[in-house]
């Protein structure tokens, strides 16, 4: 069921002035929707255009939001055919109408006029999606986008055009406080003619964001936009969709083939306990085949050629930032069986104590002798970083390579072929009380 109505009326030069509803004609439905829909705010604008007759002389229109999330607010009309012909003389609530606002208009032409309805909603929202497929060697994978939209609104838009945007809005209320409010305060009194009361500033908001929003959304060539905005990226999602109440869909964003990627695993006790977590790493920039576009944040399938006859084997399941153009991004996978690393203690001493005057002691150090087994049990090869931490005046000596993170940290990055068994050691001094070095 149509949860917008609008209503033509033509007034008799019989009628009084007043607020009677007489020569109701039903108009025709939608011509062009288009919604432009933000996913840092529950907030979408709906752009609709339609053609309406008109008689000459004075006319009412009513549009109405009844089991909608609409912002009465935030509604706005002007005609775009004839637009210096035809005026709006004022904007009121019917009495004892509920969630209903009528329009006077004055036209100085009789017939078709193409118009424009301009509004807040909110109960739209999008998020985006992804998969990524890796090659055997999980060397180069594909990584396709895909948006899915869902509307909650309580109002159908018919052959919409979608346009989503990423980017952060800051509204003094909410728009579905805003349409609920005018629903449960139903129509004003006779004498009122005037919007529900706004938080301050609020009106001033919604239109700025309106008309930069309109400037935003001029209409393009049917196909996937993506345009950097100011403080905002907009994806338009090629052709149109219905988009019922209730209803949604997963629409394709984008497809980078060959794009460059990195298998690389981490283990850090701390952090994971005995686990060692797979990620795989790439970047987003032309060099990669990406970096035409941020990537919104969303979730990850990630999966892997398994077979000559492409089959894929499931990887992992995660989530991602939102990734500007030119960043790195890895993506945690989960635990990976096939890896392996486990550290042993093999020996610990303490030395080099010292006493005070009253033969209690006041300073000494603890030598610790650790090897890290590392087994790759998988059919190609990997990169490991491992990462151990220390508390105190701390100092380690080993013949494998390490890199000193901070104050607290080594790692050893360690490359393992296919079916390669390693061990790293290292001897890890600690000098505690009066041994420590200031």
């Known amino acids: 069921m149509k949860k917008i109505i609008l209503i033509c009326c033509a007034v008799l030069a019989w009628v009084p002035q007043s607020w009677a509803r007489i020569n109701v004609t039903g108009l025709p439905g939608r011509d062009t929707v288009q919604l432009t829909i933000y996913n840092s705010a529950d907030l979408t604008l709906v752009k609709e255009t339609r053609v309406l007759t008109f008689k000459q002389g004075l006319n009412r229109l009513e549009f109405s939001w009844a089991n909608t999330l609409i912002d009465p607010t935030s509604v706005e009309f002007r005609a775009l055919t004839n ?11 019917p009495p004892r109408v509920t969630n209903t606002l009528e329009w006077r208009i004055q036209s100085e032409v009789a017939g078709e006029v193409k118009v424009e309805i301009r509004y807040f909603t909110s109960g ?74 706004m938080a301050p500033g609020m009106r001033a908001e919604l239109g700025r964001g309106m008309n930069r929003a309109v400037a935003e959304m001029e209409d393009k060539k049917r196909e996937i936009v993506k345009e950097a905005l100011s403080e905002y990226f907009l994806y338009t999602v090629e052709g149109r969709d219905t988009v019922p109440h209730g209803w949604a869909k997963r629409m394709p964003s984008f497809v980078a083939k060959e794009v460059p990627v990195e298998s690389y695993y981490k283990y850090e006790k701390e952090q994971y306990g005995n686990a060692v977590m797979r ?65 042993k203690l093999m020996n610990w001493e303490k030395d080099e104590v010292r006493f005070d005057q009253n033969g209690n002691p006041s300073g000494w ?40 993170v901070d104050a607290t940290k080594i790692k050893y990055v360690v490359p393992l072929k296919a079916g390669e068994k390693r061990t790293i050691k290292y001897t890890l001094t600690t000098r505690l009380g009066n041994n420590a070095r200031k």
């Open 83 to 93: 637009a210096d012909k035809v005026e709006v003389l004022d904007v009121s609530f």
């Open 124 to 197: 739209i929202s999008w998020n985006a999606e992804y998969v990524a497929e890796a090659d055997a060697g999980e060397k180069l994978m594909q990584l396709a986008g895909s948006v899915r939209i869902n509307n909650q609104s309580g109002e159908d838009y018919e052959n919409a055009q979608v346009r989503l945007v990423v980017g952060v809005i800051r509204l003094v209320e909410n728009i579905v406080d805003l349409a609920r409010q005018a629903g449960e305060q139903g129509a004003p009194k006779p004498n009122a003619g005037a919007p529900p009361p």
């Open 365 to 404: 150090s603890t030598k610790e002798q650790w090897e890290i087994e590392l087994q790759n049990s998988k059919a190609i090869g990997v990169v490991v970083d491992v990462r151990r931490n220390f508390g105190g005046d701390w100092e380690v000596a080993s013949d494998d390579q390490y890199e000193k």
């Open 279 to 343: 990620y795989y790493k790439f970047k987003n920039d032309e060099k990669s085949k990406l970096g035409k576009e941020p990537l919104p944040d969303g979730g990850v399938m990630a999966f892997r050629l398994a077979t000559l006859d492409k089959l894929y084997a499931f990887v992992g399941r995660t989530r991602v930032k939102y990734i500007p153009i030119g960043e790195a991004v890895e993506m945690e996978l989960g635990n990976d069986a096939e890896v392996m690393v486990k550290p």
